[in-house]
């Protein structure tokens, strides 16, 4: 069974960074594509990024381009998310997700989630 756990959240001031970490405790992991997204109070959850089962291909939001790398080890099991020059407007609760089809990166698109961790960035 997909159970994904994320780590690394926390209180960072603006300009700093923070990276997150979720591993994936099924035998599958490499055999998807992950996906990182957030949601802010009030606001639907968003796209972050994504990378491909073997790493070869990432996307991102415009909003994080040039701040925020995604990438993953499959002999851990685990796909990361480097934060850097971060903003208040990042503050948010970050999930990892998989993807289990070809199409957009909709969050119809990904079927398991993990629970989340906070992210506050303060100014």
């Known amino acids: 069974q997909v159970q994904l756990i994320e780590s690394g959240g926390g209180l960072v001031q603006a300009g700093g960074s923070l990276r997150l970490s979720c591993a994936d405790s099924?035998?599958?992991?490499?055999?998807?594509?992950m996906g990182w997204f957030r949601q802010a109070p009030g606001k639907e959850r968003e796209f972050v990024a994504a990378?491909?089962?073997?790493?070869?291909?990432?996307r991102y939001a415009d909003f994080v381009k040039g701040r925020f790398t995604i990438s993953r080890d499959n002999a851990k099991n685990t796909v990361y998310l480097q934060m850097s020059s971060l903003k208040p407007e990042d503050t948010a609760v970050y999930y990892c997700?998989?993807?289990?089809?070809?199409?957009?990166?909709?969050?119809?698109?990904?079927?398991?989630w993990g629970q989340g961790t906070q992210v506050t960035v303060s100014s």
């Open positions: 997700a998989r993807k289990y089809g070809s199409g957009s990166d909709s969050t119809s698109n990904y079927d398991y």
């Open positions: 990378i491909t089962r073997s790493g070869g291909s990432t």
């Open positions: 099924g035998r599958t992991f490499s055999g998807y594509t």
